[in-house]
Structures are given as structure tokens and as C-alpha cells.
């Protein structure tokens, strides 16, 4: 059974930074892409950032040049940094293994990540 557990989450004023992680576990974590989502009340959840297994990265317009997702295939964990947080960033952030542009998996609990202004 595949798990995805993400943490990081917090409260931060605008401008600051924060952290995410996303353990996988439950299925082969190196080889495939992986994906950070995120979804703010009455909006549908969006594709934030991709990584594929070859390092080649993608990002939303909205957040390009402000986050930056990673992974550590030893320790099945994929990384978002999110740096010169926007009030409009707040939302919870939801990882999970991405096929064919479409997440694979059930979702985890995922992480609340509030800006204020």
C-alpha cells in the first residue's frame, strides 16, 4: 500500500521561507515522477512543481523562480523549498508520484502552509 506523508507546514509571514517534505513509501521511489500540488479553499488543486528521475525539473508559472522541488531517492523523500512566500501561496501542499500528468496515487494528509500578509 502506497503512503505519502508530508510535513513541513507552518505559518510564515510573506516574504519568508519554508521548507516541505514528502515521505514515500510503499512503492519504488527512484524512477519516477513526482510531483508537488497544492490546494487553497474553493480552488481546485493544482500542479506546482515536477521531478522527473533525471533531475529534469518544471514549474508553474505562479511559483518559478521562488520554489524549488528536490529528492533524496535513499531516503524515498521529495523536497519543496518555497522561498518569498505570497499570501496567495497559502494552501495545503500535497505530494504524490505523477503518470502521464496525472497523480498516481491516493492522496496523503498533506501539510498546511498559511502566509500572512
Known amino acids: 500500500q502506497v503512503q505519502l506523508v508530508e510535513s513541513g507546514g507552518g505559518l510564515v509571514q510573506a516574504g519568508g521561507s519554508l521548507g516541505l517534505a514528502c515521505a514515500v513509501s510503499?512503492?519504488?521511489?527512484?524512477?519516477?515522477?513526482i510531483g508537488w500540488y497544492r490546494q487553497a479553499p474553493g480552488k481546485q488543486r493544482e500542479l506546482v512543481a515536477v521531478?522527473?528521475?533525471?533531475?529534469?525539473?518544471n514549474y508553474a508559472d505562479s511559483v518559478k523562480g521562488r520554489f524549488t522541488i528536490s529528492r533524496d531517492n535513499a531516503k524515498n523523500t521529495v523536497y519543496l523549498q518555497m522561498n518569498s512566500l505570497k499570501p496567495e501561496d497559502s494552501a495545503v501542499y500535497y505530494c504524490?508520484?505523477?503518470?502521464?500528468?496525472?497523480?498516481?496515487?491516493?492522496w496523503g494528509q498533506g501539510t498546511q502552509v498559511t502566509v500572512s500578509s
Open positions: 504524490n508520484v505523477n503518470a502521464g500528468g496525472s497523480p498516481l496515487f491516493a
Open positions: 521531478l522527473s528521475s533525471g533531475s529534469s525539473t
Open positions: 510503499g512503492t519504488t521511489f527512484s524512477g519516477k515522477v
